[in-house]
């Protein structure tokens, strides 16, 4: 994987530019981020970049002072490629930044096609220089075998509109009709075997690749590409299937006469390996047989809607069955990868980031799982996605009721605390202020002090004797009078509860307050 990092100050910027390259190359970049220039370059001296996205005014060092300071750390042919983002007005300063390899500039608001492009060339040029580097060590045929298997590699990503000479040589050395196949390993725990193991475990099947595929080479994902005729890989697979490889997957493109339509072939045969995702079983899967007759569905806006409405309710069963239908998970050996694409999008689109929206974020745990089902090609098959998106979805549906627990309860003891205020005169006890606010008398025990840190008792205490110090301070109500005015059922009831809370006794009280007030009028007259 391609290491590349973004340094913005702006949050937004940062995790939008992560989750826009994300999407579009999903395992071709590992990316960092950084709010400010000294945090990137803290960064980069752990681990070395190859490809950097920076903006050029932040605060404790800039986007300038970073090249700067990246260019003296870089060794000869090690600076980072990188892109500037700036605005109208950073035109003139972001000149100066040319020296330092500085391959384009974005102005913002960003684009995502002028971006993916400029990556692109990044890479295109990255291959470029790895296969000169590897000139160089090489044999002249070991190097022209390499210098060839980059270009071909390169072309991967590359528009038909865009093969140079030197490509287009290349490609004419391909025998016609060709077939390009895209292979994959999987190990029992989800880990995908590397290239050069799985074409060591080819070999043992079939003997030297290079005597049956002309071409074998290795994508920017990490997967075996060979270029061969579509018997070829009949017969890999066949050997395969005999052998019990039920974890290794193919997909081969349709055949193909025109050797500039290379890269299409190439992507035909990955999107036929995607297929694979739709059953366990599938190991085995030709475009040829999936590019038509696929059953696609209009996009279930009504459904998505429903589903948003659903979560936070007691509806599990509900949620589960209508994700079913969302899925169209009857007709899924048929289906149009595209649909299933598409409805997955719009979940994350349509719901899940509605829901975070609206809520707030939820714990790590879930967040967690919402990056991972963010991407259904992040899970082998559809099957294993299907459960981790049902889990996440009545995740969010529990997260959405205890959020509305806690509103309602937070009014209920609101309520509570306001019918005391109202009534502490009277004779009352917790069951009178339960029944007030229809809580379970035990349940509302509980609620009321994880809410006012006290037991019922103790603050409806605190309550009467705030009052009483009030009636205290009028010389002109009695004792007596005090004590029946706040709810006490008798004198002795008060004094001693007062004490108790006050460490004084309420004549005590009433003298310290009478005697504060004398003085502080004696003070007056002088």
């Given at each position: 994987m391609t290491n590349l990092l973004i340094v913005d100050d702006e949050k937004m910027i940062r995790h939008g530019l992560k989750a826009m390259i994300e999407r579009e190359y999903p395992s071709v970049y590992s990316i960092t981020m950084a709010g400010n220039g000294a945090e990137a370059l803290e960064l980069y001296q752990q681990e070395r970049q190859e490809v950097v996205i920076t903006d050029i005014r932040m605060p404790i060092m800039d986007g300038i002072t970073l090249l700067e300071r990246l260019s003296a750390e870089a060794g000869p042919g090690e600076a980072p490629a990188v892109i500037i983002l700036s605005g109208h007005d950073d035109f003139e300063y972001a000149k100066s930044a040319i020296r330092y390899r500085v391959k384009d500039y974005l102005l913002k608001p960003i684009r995502r096609e002028e971006l993916f492009e400029i990556l692109e060339r990044i890479a295109r040029e990255g291959a470029e220089r790895e296969s000169s580097s590897r000139m160089q060590k090489q044999e002249e045929e070991g190097y022209r075998r390499e210098l060839r298997v980059a270009r071909l590699r390169g072309l991967l990503m590359q528009r038909e509109?865009?093969?140079?000479?030197?490509?287009?040589?290349?490609?004419?050395?391909?025998?016609?009709?060709?077939?390009?196949?895209?292979?994959?390993?999987?190990?029992?725990?989800?880990?995908?075997?590397?290239?050069?193991?799985?074409?060591?475990?080819?070999?043992?099947?079939?003997?030297?690749?290079?005597?049956?595929?002309?071409?074998?080479?290795?994508?920017?994902?990490?997967?075996?590409?060979?270029?061969?005729?579509?018997?070829?890989?009949?017969?890999?697979?066949?050997?395969?299937?005999?052998?019990?490889?039920?974890?290794?997957?193919?997909?081969?493109?349709?055949?193909?006469?025109?050797?500039?339509?290379?890269?299409?072939?190439?992507l035909e045969a990955c999107r036929a390996l995607e297929y694979t995702f739709l059953s366990p079983q599938a190991s085995f899967v030709d475009y040829t047989d999936i590019h038509e007759g696929r059953l696609s569905f209009p996009s279930p806006e009504e459904e998505l809607r429903k589903l948003l409405n659903m979560l936070g309710t007691e509806r599990e069963k509900e949620i589960k069955a209508l994700l079913g239908v969302i899925f169209q998970t009857d007709h899924l050996v048929h289906l149009d990868l595209a649909y299933l694409e598409h409805v997955g999008r719009s979940i994350n689109e349509r719901v899940l980031d509605e829901v975070f929206r609206v809520h707030g974020e939820a714990s790590m745990e879930v967040l967690k799982l919402y990056r991972l089902v963010g991407n259904l090609?992040?899970?082998?098959?559809?099957?294993?996605?299907?459960?981790?998106?049902?889990?996440?979805?009545?995740?969010?549906?529990?997260?959405?009721?205890?959020?509305?627990?806690?509103?309602?309860?937070?009014?209920?003891?609101?309520?509570?605390?306001?019918?005391?205020?109202?009534?502490?005169?009277?004779?009352?006890?917790?069951?009178?202020?339960?029944?007030?606010?229809?809580?379970?008398?035990?349940?509302?025990?509980?609620?009321?002090?994880?809410?006012?840190?006290?037991?019922?008792?103790?603050?409806?205490?605190?309550?009467?004797?705030?009052?009483?110090?009030?009636?205290?301070?009028?010389?002109?109500?009695?004792?007596?009078?005090?004590?029946?005015?706040?709810?006490?059922?008798?004198?002795?009831?008060?004094?001693?509860?007062?004490?108790?809370?006050?460490?004084?006794?309420?004549?005590?009280?009433?003298?310290k307050i009478l005697m504060g007030h004398y003085t502080g009028q004696a003070e007056d007259k002088e």
């Open positions: 509109a865009e093969v140079s000479a030197a490509q287009l040589e290349e490609l004419a050395r391909l025998e016609v009709p060709y077939t390009v196949g895209v292979l994959n390993y999987y190990h029992r725990d989800g880990g995908r075997m590397k290239p050069g193991e799985l074409q060591g475990l080819l070999e043992q099947l079939n003997g030297p690749l290079e005597n049956f595929f002309p071409e074998i080479l290795t994508d920017w994902d990490g997967k075996l590409v060979l270029v061969g005729s579509r018997k070829q890989f009949l017969e890999l697979s066949r050997k395969a299937e005999a052998k019990e490889l039920k974890r290794l997957i193919v997909g081969i493109s349709s055949e193909n006469a025109e050797i500039e339509q290379f890269r299409s072939s190439y090609h992040n899970f082998r098959h559809f099957h294993e996605y299907y459960r981790a998106l049902e889990h996440l979805l009545l995740s969010v549906n529990d997260y959405i009721i205890g959020i509305r627990s806690a509103h309602t309860e937070h009014a209920d003891m609101e309520a509570a605390l306001a019918y005391i205020e109202d009534n502490y005169a009277r004779p009352l006890n917790m069951a009178m202020v339960s029944n007030h606010v229809s809580l379970n008398y035990s349940y509302f025990s509980e609620a009321f002090k994880a809410y006012t840190g006290e037991n019922f008792v103790l603050y409806l205490k605190k309550v009467r004797i705030r009052h009483a110090k009030e009636l205290l301070a009028d010389s002109r109500v009695k004792l007596a009078g005090v004590s029946e005015a706040v709810g006490f059922e008798n004198s002795k009831q008060f004094a001693r509860v007062f004490k108790e809370l006050e460490g004084i006794s309420p004549g005590e009280y009433r003298a």
